[in-house]
């Protein structure tokens, strides 16, 4: 069964910072990424790696966050860092061959909760 698992997420100072994981099981994705979704807001697409090496980022996060893959190309990483009120949302892993900036992948993890308060 193809699954994504996310973990990482959790309640930090503004400043701080949380890493993300996410490990797909059932098939290696050569692209993955990472949404978020505060509420009442719509769910946009933070970063994405393709072919393991080729990023990119939502403005609202570059400099701050990095997104990565591990050696077995099949789990992806999000390192967040200096992380600001405005990045509460719940994270979502998202992969798959047709994904790209603009059109997500078939494949979406469950969600994990980061929280950015004092």
């Known amino acids: 069964q193809v699954q994504l698992m996310e973990s990482g997420g959790g309640l930090v100072q503004p400043g701080g910072s949380l890493r993300l994981s996410c490990a797909a099981s059932?098939?290696?994705?050569?692209?993955m990424g990472w949404y978020r979704q505060a509420p009442g807001k719509q769910r946009e697409l933070v970063a994405i790696?393709?072919?393991?090496?080729?990023?990119n980022y939502a403005e609202s996060v570059k400099g701050r966050f990095t997104i990565s893959r591990d050696n077995s190309k099949n789990a992806v990483h999000l390192q967040m860092n200096n992380l600001k009120p405005e990045d509460t949302a719940v994270y979502y892993c998202?992969?798959?061959?047709?994904?790209?900036?603009?059109?997500?992948?078939?494949?979406w993890g469950q969600g994990t909760q980061v929280t950015v308060s004092s």
């Open positions: 790696i393709v072919g393991g090496s080729s990023t």
């Open positions: 059932g098939v290696i994705f050569g692209v």
């Open positions: 998202n992969a798959g061959g047709q994904m790209r900036w603009g059109n997500p992948g078939d494949y």
